[in-house]
């Protein structure tokens, strides 16, 4: 049974670009939350998508914006990047929408921007 | 969601029992208790939830009090690969989760 897969696992971009990180949710799992994670800090959460529509959001611009597919698969896009958005982004998975199920975490794309 | 309060770090050394305490004062009704570990350029992986009283998995024991306003995460018999941070949320339901800073623990031959 696969766990939550994102890729890419690294990306380099420069300030500017615009980026697309992947998510696959662990299997049952229809809820997906995205977090941005700086070194040395604990995972901030950005936003998170379930029934393909943003249910919260985070302290973050509109930057930031995601999508989530008819599998329950998800993308994170940041447009305009700074170098403060360099980080390890996390994304979640959690079964039944607004249960108290524990979200499980993928091992996160380490996002540098030079 | 609850704010947390938890000790920036600890030292332990191998085979001995690690607690680490959690405060949550403003803990709303529905909130459950969960803890993560997360060891470096990895994500958190869930270690264990509670409601109040004690719970034990396989890898910890997770013990809160009546009023509910802490909560203390135990780990028996650590070992090295027992190093990492430990977080300790509030989760209600549906919603997002709040990280605060967790705790350093660093697990000593």
């Known amino acids: 049974d696969a766990g939550v897969t994102q890729s890419p696992t690294h990306l380099i971009k420069t300030r500017g670009q615009q980026v697309t990180l992947r998510c696959s949710p662990k299997?049952?799992?229809?809820?997906v939350s995205w977090y941005q994670q700086a070194l040395g800090q604990g995972p901030q959460f950005i936003f998170q998508?379930?029934?393909?529509?943003?249910?919260q959001r985070g302290n973050f611009p509109d930057r930031f914006s995601g999508h989530q597919f008819p599998n329950y698969s998800s993308e994170l896009n940041v447009n305009a990047l700074l170098l403060g958005d360099s980080a390890l982004y996390l994304c979640?998975?959690?079964?039944?929408?607004?249960?108290?199920?524990?979200?499980?975490f993928g091992d996160g794309t380490r996002l540098s921007i030079l | 969601l609850a704010k947390t309060t938890q000790p920036i770090s600890m030292d332990s050394y191998e085979g001995q029992e690690v607690n680490i305490t959690c405060s949550h004062n403003?803990?709303?009704?529905?909130?459950?208790i969960t803890w993560y570990q997360q060891f470096p350029s990895q994500g958190p992986r869930f270690i264990i939830q509670?409601?109040?009283t004690k719970v034990t998995n396989e890898v910890a024991s997770l013990f809160i009090p009546a009023d509910r306003k802490s909560s203390t995460l135990s780990l028996p018999r650590v070992s090295l690969s027992d190093t990492a941070v430990y977080y300790c949320?509030?989760?209600?339901?549906?919603?997002?989760?709040?990280f605060g800073g967790g705790t350093r623990v660093l697990v000593k031959p």
């Open positions: 979640a998975s959690s079964p039944g929408g607004y249960s108290n199920q524990p979200q499980h």
């Open positions: 299997s049952g799992h229809d809820t």
């Open positions: 998508y379930y029934e393909e529509e943003e249910r």
């Open positions: 403003n803990i709303a009704t529905n909130d459950y």
């Open positions: 509670g409601y109040k």
């Open positions: 949320l509030g989760l209600a339901a549906g919603n997002k989760l709040t």
